[in-house]
Protein backbone atom coordinates (compact mmCIF):
# COMPACT_ATOMS: atom_id res chain seq x y z
CA UNK A 1 0.00 0.00 0.00
CA UNK A 2 2.57 2.35 0.58
CA UNK A 3 4.63 1.50 -2.43
CA UNK A 4 1.25 2.67 -4.39
CA UNK A 5 0.76 5.66 -2.89
CA UNK A 6 4.26 6.38 -2.78
CA UNK A 7 3.93 5.83 -7.02
CA UNK A 8 0.61 8.08 -6.94
CA UNK A 9 2.26 10.71 -5.12
CA UNK A 10 5.69 10.64 -7.81
CA UNK A 11 3.30 10.89 -10.90
CA UNK A 12 0.99 13.96 -9.43
CA UNK A 13 3.77 15.64 -9.11
CA UNK A 14 5.55 14.93 -11.93
CA UNK A 15 2.48 16.20 -14.15
CA UNK A 16 2.50 19.44 -11.47
CA UNK A 17 6.14 20.10 -12.82
CA UNK A 18 5.52 19.64 -15.80
CA UNK A 19 2.52 21.67 -16.02
CA UNK A 20 4.87 24.63 -14.73
CA UNK A 21 7.59 24.12 -16.99
CA UNK A 22 4.74 24.34 -19.90
CA UNK A 23 3.73 27.53 -18.62
CA UNK A 24 6.95 28.93 -18.68
CA UNK A 25 7.42 27.80 -22.04
CA UNK A 26 4.26 29.86 -23.11
CA UNK A 27 6.33 32.82 -22.99
CA UNK A 28 8.63 31.78 -25.43
CA UNK A 29 8.15 34.11 -28.62
CA UNK A 30 5.00 35.40 -27.96
CA UNK A 31 2.75 36.14 -30.86
CA UNK A 32 3.22 39.28 -32.42
CA UNK A 33 -0.32 40.65 -34.49
CA UNK A 34 -0.31 43.52 -36.71
CA UNK A 35 1.28 44.20 -40.17
CA UNK A 36 4.76 43.96 -41.56
CA UNK A 37 6.55 46.29 -43.52
CA UNK A 38 9.81 45.43 -45.27
CA UNK A 39 12.15 45.08 -48.30
CA UNK A 40 12.00 41.94 -50.52
CA UNK A 41 12.83 41.14 -54.21
CA UNK A 42 10.34 39.92 -56.76
CA UNK A 43 11.41 36.52 -57.55
CA UNK A 44 8.52 35.36 -59.25
CA UNK A 45 5.18 35.92 -62.18
CA UNK A 46 2.59 33.62 -61.79
CA UNK A 47 -0.99 33.76 -64.03
CA UNK A 48 -2.81 34.87 -61.02
CA UNK A 49 -0.14 36.13 -58.64
CA UNK A 50 3.20 36.79 -57.62
CA UNK A 51 5.93 36.17 -55.16
CA UNK A 52 8.31 38.47 -53.49
CA UNK A 53 10.82 36.37 -51.85
CA UNK A 54 9.18 32.79 -52.49
CA UNK A 55 6.89 32.99 -49.85
CA UNK A 56 4.79 35.94 -49.93
CA UNK A 57 2.21 36.62 -52.38
CA UNK A 58 0.57 39.22 -54.19
CA UNK A 59 -1.85 40.55 -56.91
CA UNK A 60 -0.87 42.98 -59.64
CA UNK A 61 -4.17 45.72 -57.89
CA UNK A 62 -1.69 46.40 -55.10
CA UNK A 63 1.12 47.59 -56.82
CA UNK A 64 -0.49 50.90 -58.03
CA UNK A 65 -0.97 49.58 -61.73
CA UNK A 66 3.11 49.85 -61.66
CA UNK A 67 5.19 47.02 -63.62
CA UNK A 68 7.27 45.65 -61.84
CA UNK A 69 10.03 42.41 -62.92
CA UNK A 70 11.38 39.39 -61.24
CA UNK A 71 14.94 40.63 -59.59
CA UNK A 72 13.55 44.14 -58.76
CA UNK A 73 13.66 45.25 -55.12
CA UNK A 74 10.29 46.14 -53.54
CA UNK A 75 9.12 47.68 -50.24
CA UNK A 76 5.85 45.42 -49.50
CA UNK A 77 3.00 45.47 -46.73
CA UNK A 78 2.45 42.09 -45.50
CA UNK A 79 -0.78 40.22 -43.47
CA UNK A 80 -1.11 36.61 -42.69
CA UNK A 81 -4.20 35.63 -45.07
CA UNK A 82 -6.85 33.95 -42.47
CA UNK A 83 -7.91 31.34 -45.29
CA UNK A 84 -4.51 29.69 -46.71
CA UNK A 85 -2.27 31.29 -43.57
CA UNK A 86 0.05 31.94 -45.92
CA UNK A 87 1.87 35.64 -46.20
CA UNK A 88 0.23 38.11 -48.71
CA UNK A 89 1.04 41.57 -49.28
CA UNK A 90 -1.41 44.28 -49.35
CA UNK A 91 0.58 47.04 -50.58
CA UNK A 92 4.03 46.15 -52.81
CA UNK A 93 6.22 49.09 -54.51
CA UNK A 94 9.34 49.94 -56.23
CA UNK A 95 11.89 50.55 -53.10
CA UNK A 96 13.18 54.00 -53.43
CA UNK A 97 16.65 54.44 -51.78
CA UNK A 98 16.24 57.95 -49.90
CA UNK A 99 18.96 57.18 -47.54
CA UNK A 100 21.59 60.48 -47.63
CA UNK A 101 24.64 61.17 -45.14
CA UNK A 102 22.97 64.31 -43.98
CA UNK A 103 20.20 62.93 -42.95
CA UNK A 104 19.46 61.45 -39.48
CA UNK A 105 20.63 57.92 -38.19
CA UNK A 106 17.59 56.27 -38.63
CA UNK A 107 16.55 57.33 -41.99
CA UNK A 108 19.09 55.05 -43.06
CA UNK A 109 17.37 51.78 -41.20
CA UNK A 110 15.37 49.45 -43.31
CA UNK A 111 13.44 46.32 -42.70
CA UNK A 112 13.87 43.19 -44.79
CA UNK A 113 12.34 40.07 -45.27
CA UNK A 114 15.05 37.15 -45.70
CA UNK A 115 15.91 33.44 -45.42
CA UNK A 116 19.15 32.31 -43.43
CA UNK A 117 21.84 30.45 -46.03
CA UNK A 118 24.24 30.08 -43.61
CA UNK A 119 25.65 29.57 -40.52
CA UNK A 120 29.45 30.06 -39.50
CA UNK A 121 30.04 29.78 -35.98
CA UNK A 122 29.88 34.07 -35.37
CA UNK A 123 28.86 34.79 -38.68
CA UNK A 124 25.75 34.06 -39.89
CA UNK A 125 24.53 35.56 -43.66
CA UNK A 126 20.65 36.13 -44.56
CA UNK A 127 19.87 35.67 -47.86
CA UNK A 128 23.78 35.65 -48.67
CA UNK A 129 23.77 39.21 -48.32
CA UNK A 130 23.80 40.74 -44.97
CA UNK A 131 26.01 39.52 -42.22
CA UNK A 132 24.77 39.05 -38.66
CA UNK A 133 26.38 38.10 -35.19
CA UNK A 134 24.01 36.30 -32.93
CA UNK A 135 24.03 39.37 -29.88
CA UNK A 136 21.36 40.66 -32.51
CA UNK A 137 19.18 37.73 -32.59
CA UNK A 138 15.41 38.18 -30.72
CA UNK A 139 15.60 36.68 -26.86
CA UNK A 140 14.61 32.87 -27.53
CA UNK A 141 15.45 32.34 -30.78
CA UNK A 142 18.13 30.27 -32.04
CA UNK A 143 18.94 31.15 -36.05
CA UNK A 144 18.85 27.88 -38.06
CA UNK A 145 19.74 27.43 -41.70
CA UNK A 146 16.49 27.58 -43.68
CA UNK A 147 14.71 29.92 -41.26
CA UNK A 148 12.69 32.61 -42.91
CA UNK A 149 13.71 36.06 -40.86
CA UNK A 150 12.56 39.52 -40.33
CA UNK A 151 15.78 41.48 -40.18
CA UNK A 152 16.19 45.45 -39.48
CA UNK A 153 19.55 46.48 -40.84
CA UNK A 154 21.53 49.79 -41.02
CA UNK A 155 22.56 51.42 -44.19
CA UNK A 156 26.44 53.09 -44.00
CA UNK A 157 25.90 55.82 -46.45
CA UNK A 158 29.39 56.00 -47.70
CA UNK A 159 30.38 52.67 -48.60
CA UNK A 160 26.26 51.37 -48.85
CA UNK A 161 27.29 48.49 -46.83
CA UNK A 162 24.52 46.49 -44.24
CA UNK A 163 24.92 46.03 -40.81
CA UNK A 164 22.37 43.70 -39.19
CA UNK A 165 20.90 45.52 -35.90
CA UNK A 166 17.88 43.11 -35.10
CA UNK A 167 17.03 39.71 -36.68
CA UNK A 168 14.01 37.48 -35.29
CA UNK A 169 11.64 35.02 -37.15
CA UNK A 170 9.03 36.42 -40.05
CA UNK A 171 6.53 34.32 -38.33
CA UNK A 172 6.44 32.07 -35.46
CA UNK A 173 3.07 30.41 -33.65
CA UNK A 174 1.86 28.48 -30.73
CA UNK A 175 1.05 24.73 -31.69
CA UNK A 176 -1.13 22.32 -28.45
CA UNK A 177 -1.06 19.15 -27.85
CA UNK A 178 0.46 17.42 -30.87
CA UNK A 179 1.55 14.43 -32.03
CA UNK A 180 5.33 13.63 -32.37
CA UNK A 181 5.19 11.37 -35.68
CA UNK A 182 8.60 10.22 -35.79
CA UNK A 183 12.53 10.55 -34.36
CA UNK A 184 15.59 9.60 -36.22
CA UNK A 185 18.68 10.18 -34.69
CA UNK A 186 18.46 14.26 -33.91
CA UNK A 187 16.00 14.88 -36.39
CA UNK A 188 11.80 14.38 -35.64
CA UNK A 189 8.83 15.26 -37.34
CA UNK A 190 5.64 16.61 -35.57
CA UNK A 191 2.00 16.81 -36.61
CA UNK A 192 3.75 15.33 -39.99
CA UNK A 193 3.87 18.51 -41.05
CA UNK A 194 6.82 20.45 -38.12
CA UNK A 195 10.33 19.91 -38.50
CA UNK A 196 12.44 19.47 -35.70
CA UNK A 197 16.13 18.87 -34.54
CA UNK A 198 17.92 18.58 -31.15
CA UNK A 199 20.91 20.95 -32.41
CA UNK A 200 18.11 23.96 -32.04
CA UNK A 201 15.34 22.83 -29.63
CA UNK A 202 14.57 23.94 -25.92
CA UNK A 203 13.45 21.32 -24.34
CA UNK A 204 12.66 20.96 -20.10
CA UNK A 205 15.46 19.51 -18.02
CA UNK A 206 15.31 15.48 -18.73
CA UNK A 207 13.27 15.06 -21.35
CA UNK A 208 13.84 13.75 -24.71
CA UNK A 209 10.78 13.63 -27.65
CA UNK A 210 10.13 10.32 -28.27
CA UNK A 211 7.54 9.12 -30.94
CA UNK A 212 3.57 9.03 -29.93
CA UNK A 213 4.50 11.57 -27.25
CA UNK A 214 1.82 14.73 -26.96
CA UNK A 215 3.49 18.10 -26.97
CA UNK A 216 3.07 21.68 -26.92
CA UNK A 217 5.41 23.64 -29.47
CA UNK A 218 6.28 26.67 -30.65
CA UNK A 219 7.28 26.73 -34.58
CA UNK A 220 8.98 29.52 -36.48
CA UNK A 221 8.68 29.25 -40.72
CA UNK A 222 11.65 27.67 -41.73
CA UNK A 223 12.26 25.91 -45.12
CA UNK A 224 13.45 22.36 -44.33
CA UNK A 225 12.98 19.91 -47.15
CA UNK A 226 9.45 18.91 -47.35
CA UNK A 227 8.17 21.53 -44.14
CA UNK A 228 7.77 25.05 -43.86
CA UNK A 229 7.91 25.21 -40.18
CA UNK A 230 10.68 24.52 -37.69
CA UNK A 231 9.83 23.66 -33.88
CA UNK A 232 12.33 25.69 -31.43
CA UNK A 233 10.74 24.77 -28.43
CA UNK A 234 8.96 21.70 -27.04
CA UNK A 235 7.01 21.04 -24.12
CA UNK A 236 5.36 17.47 -23.18
CA UNK A 237 1.38 17.30 -22.32
CA UNK A 238 1.32 13.92 -21.95
CA UNK A 239 3.69 11.26 -22.23
CA UNK A 240 3.38 7.10 -23.29
Known amino acids: MHRLISRALAFFRRKADLEVERAQHQTLLEDDTGLKTGQGVVTKFCSDYDL ?140 DTIFFTLDSLKLPAGYVPQPNDIVDVVIVESVQSCYIWRAVSMTPVHIL
Open 52 to 191: VDESIYFSTDVTGNVPLKVGQKVTAVVEEDKTSHGLKAIKVDAFSDNCHGDGPPDSCKRVSFGCITSLMGGADYISHTIYFSLDVVCKDFEPYQGDRVEVEFAVQPDTKSRKALSVKPLRHKHVHEVCISSVHGRHGVVD
